[in-house]
T-cell receptor, first 115, second 115 residues
Framework: AAGVIQSPRHLIKEKRETATLKCYPI?????VYWYQQGPGQDPQFLIS???????DKGSIPDRFSAQQFSDYHSELNMSSLELGDSALYFC??????????????FGPGTRLTVL | AQSVTQLDSHVSVSEGTPVLLRCNYS??????LFWYVQHPNKGLQLLLK??????LVKGINGFEAEFKKSETSFHLTKPSAHMSDAAEYFC?????????????FGKGTMLLVSP
């Protein structure tokens, strides 16, 4: 079965640089979520999109922005990177409908290292 | 507001012995509850999900969890541990009252399995 695809899998950036993370949801899933997992931490919700509109917002810094495109893929844009942004960034997607719509399927993550 | 408490940060078992990972939740309404597993340097894999259809939920790899509303618990069990079960386990709650489903993660329980 197709899974959530994230690219790149690993990314190394310098402080103050920008980064773009991409997420391709499972086919026919209409909602995408972004999470940040710091070292030894549980995943923290950043932001979500439903049908290309922002649906919910968590602890996402103002330096970060995201969007969902017409093909449902999503991109997380991170500017003015700080050392503390080093983390594993997960994307998840969920299918339409109320019975399964709350089940999120996670991608493998992008490991961002800021030097 | 919803919250999750995983009562043990680490659980150590011997291969072939039972596994019990404890989770208590707090939610304003009828939540959906999940267990996810994360192997080292890997993404989050859905183990099982509770959505009020049945209080005993069977998941993948022989795991199951029992929802007990009176105790606000959703403990994860497995009759016989395998070496490959060594991983971090997250108990997760989703409250549909939020409109769109935002997952709240517990802090995780690291399961260690010794031969």
């Amino acid at each position: 079965a197709a899974g959530v695809i994230q690219s790149p899998r690993h990314l190394i950036k310098e402080k103050r640089e920008t980064a773009t993370l991409k997420c391709y949801p499972i086919p026919r899933h209409d909602t995408v979520y972004w999470y940040q997992q710091g070292p030894g931490q549980d995943p923290q919700f950043l932001i979500s999109f439903y049908e290309k509109m922002q649906s919910d917002k968590g602890s996402i810094p103002d330096r970060f922005s995201a969007q969902q495109f017409s093909d449902y893929h999503s991109e997380l844009n991170m500017s003015s990177l700080e050392l503390g942004d080093s983390a594993l960034y997960f994307c998840a997607s969920s299918p339409p409908g109320t019975s399964e719509g709350d089940t999120q399927y996670f991608g493998p993550g992008t490991r961002l290292t800021v030097l | 507001a919803q919250s999750v408490t995983q009562l043990d940060s680490h659980v150590s078992v011997s291969e072939g012995t039972p596994v019990l990972l404890r989770c208590n939740y707090s939610s304003s309404y009828s939540p959906s509850l999940f267990w996810y597993v994360q192997h080292p340097n890997k993404g989050l894999q859905l183990l099982l999900k509770y959505t009020s259809a049945a209080t005993l939920v069977k998941g993948i790899n022989g795991f199951e969890a029992e929802f007990k509303k009176s105790e606000t618990s959703f403990h994860l069990t497995k009759p016989s541990a395998h070496m490959s079960d060594a991983a971090e386990y997250f108990c997760v709650v989703s409250d549909p009252d939020s409109g769109y489903s935002t997952l709240t993660f517990g802090k995780g329980t690291m399961l260690l399995v010794s031969p």
